[in-house]
């Protein structure tokens, strides 16, 4: 699976659109990007994933960018719920073990701030 | 609710003795797994299983051992074997489909003096 760099820590205003960037320059054509988040000693929540198209859920919204080299997360209205710490994952479609070979980085750690 | 759940939440032990974690998912999923993390890193794979009765290992299995007789529960046992069991485990199920999304339990703090 790619690996994907994210920066260490980011800082956002409560209510503001928090965007949370991922480089995976080294992506398959068929690596999905998918992202989790974990707040602090809970298990980590899905959020979306995506393979070329941007995609949109309640929770959240994926940008990817037309090369697939690298990819945005945006929370749209941040809240002090949304800190916690975000991962970016790639990994290849069609694998019957799906799943099984996530590689989970050291992630973003986001903090909404009052 | 469906969901995923590991007990307990926290677990004590002394060094050389077994301990037995415990995962239970009722998502009717067949496939779940095991991770370790560390303090400020990522998670690592320990086990998995796609189906009952058959499991593999994944990336740092030495020292642990699991069984899937059933398709609800994948317990995790930590033996005496394992040189640095003191860590956040989590367990997590899937639909065994392609592509599916990981759903993770709340985890168990073992800490092994």
């Known amino acids: 699976d790619a690996k994907t760099t994210q920066p260490p820590s980011m800082d956002c205003a409560e209510g503001r659109a928090a965007n949370l960037p991922c480089n995976h320059s080294t992506i398959s054509g068929n690596e999905y990007v998918y992202w989790y988040r974990q707040i602090h000693s809970q298990g980590p929540q899905y959020i979306i994933h995506g393979l070329k198209n941007n995609e949109t859920n309640e929770m959240a919204s994926l940008i990817i960018t037309e090369d697939r080299k690298s990819s945005t997360l945006i929370l749209p209205h941040a809240t002090l719920r949304d800190t916690a710490v975000y991962y970016c994952?790639?990994?290849?479609?069609?694998?019957?073990?799906?799943?099984?070979?996530?590689?989970f980085g050291e992630g973003t750690q986001l903090t909404v701030n009052p | 609710d469906g969901g995923i759940t590991q007990s307990p939440k926290y677990l004590f032990r002394k060094e050389g003795q077994n301990v037995t974690l415990s995962c239970e998912q009722n998502?009717?999923?067949?496939?779940m797994y095991w991770y370790r993390q560390d303090p400020g890193q990522g998670l690592r794979l320990i086990y998995y299983?796609?189906?009952?009765?058959?499991?593999q290992k994944g990336d740092i299995a030495e020292g642990y051992s699991v069984s899937r007789e059933k398709k609800e529960s994948f317990p995790l046992t930590v033996t005496s074997a394992q040189k640095n069991p003191t860590a956040f485990y989590l367990c997590?199920?899937?639909?065994?489909?392609?592509?599916?999304?990981?759903?993770f339990g709340n985890g168990t703090r073992l800490t092994v003096t």
């Open positions: 994952i790639v990994r290849v479609a069609g694998k019957e073990t799906s799943g099984s070979r996530l590689t």
């Open positions: 998502l009717n999923h067949d496939a």
């Open positions: 299983s796609q189906i009952v009765n058959d499991f």
């Open positions: 997590a199920s899937s639909i065994r489909g392609r592509n599916s999304p990981l759903h």
